[in-house]
């Protein structure tokens, strides 16, 4: 099992800019598969942006253009840059991984085992 800890959350106002950061720890070969999820309360859980060590990405269609996925696999750190957010991107976001590709093909949170916390962004507008 790895270890996920997300950081970089906070409050922002509609146009402004973060930069969530997500650091595994313990079984990173379970983090092929990295990905980043966020939920509002009542809602289900939304895949946002994945991203595999082989480059693949895929995004959201309502974070395209906007957000990007990167890694420094050196540092075992999974970011998420996010411009010019909007009040809809207020979530509590979590990082997700896992061992197989097939989870960041399929998207559904259901293909991931390992989370992390979470950590909120609230954006005003």
């Known amino acids: 099992q790895v270890q996920l800890v997300e950081s970089g959350g906070g409050s922002v106002q509609a146009g402004g800019s973060l930069r969530l950061s997500c650091v595994a720890s313990?079984?990173?070969?379970?983090?092929?598969?990295m990905a980043w999820f966020r939920q509002v309360p009542g809602q289900e859980r939304e895949g946002v942006a994945y991203?595999?060590?082989?480059?693949?990405?895929m995004y959201a269609d309502s974070v395209k253009g906007r957000f990007t996925i990167s890694k420094d696999n050196a540092k075992n750190t999974l970011y998420l840059q996010m411009n010019s957010l909007k009040p809809e991107d207020t979530a509590m976001y979590y990082c997700?991984?896992?061992?197989?590709?097939?989870?960041?093909?399929?998207?559904?949170?259901?293909?991931?085992?390992?989370w992390g916390q979470g950590t909120q962004v609230t954006v005003s507008s």
């Open positions: 313990g079984g990173t070969s379970s983090s092929y598969c």
């Open positions: 997700a991984a896992e061992a197989s590709a097939w989870a960041c093909y399929g998207g559904s949170s259901l293909r991931f085992g390992n």
């Open positions: 991203k595999t060590d082989t480059g693949y990405t």
